[in-house]
């Protein structure tokens, strides 16, 4: 429509100047020539004929010439006409602040029931509150400097208040012979809310991973770390900078460096598994995980791996300390059935090889071997009676240093003969703690026994007692012939011993009493170089 109007302002009167001064000349010319021939140039009724034909003739020729042309012009406007009143993209135009024109789809989607609704209607009306300091920064040099603005993305408002997103691009008109601003919007709310879920949907599988507490890692098809979550590092002790590009096997131990691969390979290969594996953490500490890993499949095709490792070495401890307390409930259970039905019998047995002993002759060395062999199952007994048996227990406040002196002295004796010497060394803030003097007693005991058994060639012990922070720690280091890592995590076990004539339950009655002192146990021993046993105590056994 605009085009049209140019040329019509510009090229129209052009060409009907021109066609106009060459039909004029050409007129003249051989109007004049033709009269010249004939003699007639006296004649003025001729000459004033020839006017009035010529004006006849140039009234003709501007009529038909602006036919035509008021004919395209129609035509040109109604194809514009239809075009705009049919286009899916909504136009509107507005001049002085408010809407002078408006398309259909103008109309549709500002919720208007008809475009004449929002004629003179003010265009701010329709500009979202947070964008209207932006509506007129943008006008103003559409306005003034006639500058096409360039296209934004902003909310408008619908007639009845809803809000819409819509991307808009502004150009200066002339409409109706006045200087107006057309807008051609897109709406992009259904975009924009697609965008904002897709947003929202990204951030809560990013919160998912990030918060969650198992360790989660993105691995390339070479096994290398592209990406990972706060609790990897938490996990394996590395900082994110030390994990990435880097094998994700690195920190396996050895024995399932290949389980690990294995793993892997089948993940690339579209299945999804999970194994148990231990890794060392940068502190040094073995790390039980249940490792499982998953394929990432973009456009049906593998693309990566995606690793999930739970830290289970609290369930494995718990699974451990759980099967040991079923099997002190069995042995509770075995314990209460039988031991008082063995205890009469033995009494029964012992008292007549006594008396045997003393009617016979000769056979003396048979008869202590059968009280030994009687005394050795009344102190099974005795032991199975502590497991089955809760004791009855009364906490006083005890000086500990006391307790192991009187236990130290007890053991002089079978430590000379064995070549062995006990050294202590008692801090002199030793406060006094309260517990069970007899219980504490049984543990020590039992404590230097296997230390003393252990030194077959004789050597040193040190007792150490020492407060650290809000607990007591006595260490007993002795230089006997060690435990294997593998059986030190078998001590403790009902019926599990390293002696020959050891019945497994010594150290396992020292725990639970040490336990009901809320304290622990700790061993650590090297073959052939000696074993310390940590006695940890809490000052506060309540606390």
């Known amino acids: 429509m605009h085009n049209w109007s140019k040329a019509l302002n510009f090229r129209t009167p052009f060409k009907i100047s021109l066609v106009y001064m060459l039909l004029g000349s050409l007129w003249i010319i051989l109007s004049d ?3 010249d021939i004939l003699n007639l140039s006296g004649a003025i009724t001729i000459h004033s004929t020839k006017g009035l034909f010529y004006v006849f003739l140039t009234a003709l020729v501007l009529y038909l010439w602006v036919t035509r042309l008021k004919k395209a012009l129609t035509e040109s406007d109604e194809r514009y006409r239809i075009l705009v009143e049919h286009s899916p993209e909504p136009l509107v135009v507005h001049s002085k602040g408010k809407i002078v024109y408006i398309n259909p789809a103008g109309a549709e989607i500002f919720g208007a029931a008809s475009p004449e609704e929002l004629i003179d209607y003010p265009v701010m009306n329709l500009v979202h509150p947070d964008y209207i300091d932006i509506a007129k920064e943008r006008i103003r040099p559409l306005e003034e400097e006639r500058v096409p603005a360039a ?9 009845d208040r809803q809000v819409i997103d819509v991307e808009v691009i502004a150009v200066p008109i002339i409409y109706l012979g006045k200087p107006a601003v057309q807008l051609i919007c897109r709406d992009i709310t259904e975009r924009k809310r697609a965008q904002r879920m897709l947003e929202e949907r990204e951030q809560s599988y990013k919160s998912l991973v990030e918060n969650n507490p198992d360790a989660i890692f993105e691995l390339d098809l070479n096994g290398r770390i592209l990406n990972m979550n ?4 938490r996990i394996t002790g590395y900082q994110q900078e030390e994990l990435l590009h880097q094998s994700f096997c690195h920190f396996m131990v050895d024995g399932d460096h290949f389980k690990a691969l294995n793993l892997f390979e089948a993940s690339t290969k579209g299945e999804s598994n999970s194994i148990e594996v231990a890794i060392t953490n940068k502190r040094g500490y073995f790390v039980e995980l249940n490792l499982k890993m998953v394929p990432i499949i973009i456009n049906d095709k593998i693309d990566g791996v995606y690793g999930i490792a739970k830290d289970i070495t609290e369930r494995k401890r718990t ?9 002190l409930s069995v042995v509770g259970q075995l314990a209460a059935g039988v031991a008082h039905e063995i205890r009469n019998p033995l009494t029964s047995l012992r008292g007549f090889v006594q008396l045997l002993q003393t009617k016979t002759d000769n056979y003396d060395e048979y008869f202590q071997i059968m009280l030994t062999e009687l005394d ?8 199975f009676l502590v497991i089955a048996k809760p004791q009855a227990v009364s906490f006083e406040m005890k000086d500990l240093r006391k307790i192991l002196h009187d236990v130290i002295s007890l053991f002089d004796t079978q430590a000379i003969l064995n070549d062995v010497q006990i050294h202590t060394t008692f801090d002199s803030d030793i406060p ?3 517990c069970e003097e007899n219980q504490l007693k049984q543990v020590v005991i039992n404590i230097l026994k296997n230390a003393i058994e252990a030194m077959s060639e004789g050597g040193t012990i040190e007792i150490l007692m020492k407060v650290d922070d809000d607990k007591l720690v006595i260490r007993f280091i002795d230089q006997g012939c060690g435990i294997s890592e593998e059986r030190i995590a078998m001590l403790g076990e009902p019926f599990y011993t390293t002696k020959e004539k050891g019945t497994g339950l010594g150290l396992m009655v020292s725990q639970k009493i040490i336990e009901a002192h809320h304290g622990r146990l700790h061993i650590k021993s090297q073959i052939d170089i ?6 940890i105590l809490p000052l506060d056994p309540n606390g």
């Open 33 to 35: 020539r033709f009269m």
């Open 151 to 159: 296209p934004i993305e902003q909310k408008f408002l619908r007639v």
């Open 230 to 233: 706060p609790a990897t590092e």
């Open 319 to 327: 699974d451990e300390l759980l099967l040991k307390s079923e099997k």
């Open 376 to 383: 050795r199952i009344n102190y099974i007994v005795s032991e």
């Open 432 to 434: 006094l703690i309260n």
């Open 530 to 535: 000696g074993t310390t046993v940590d006695l």
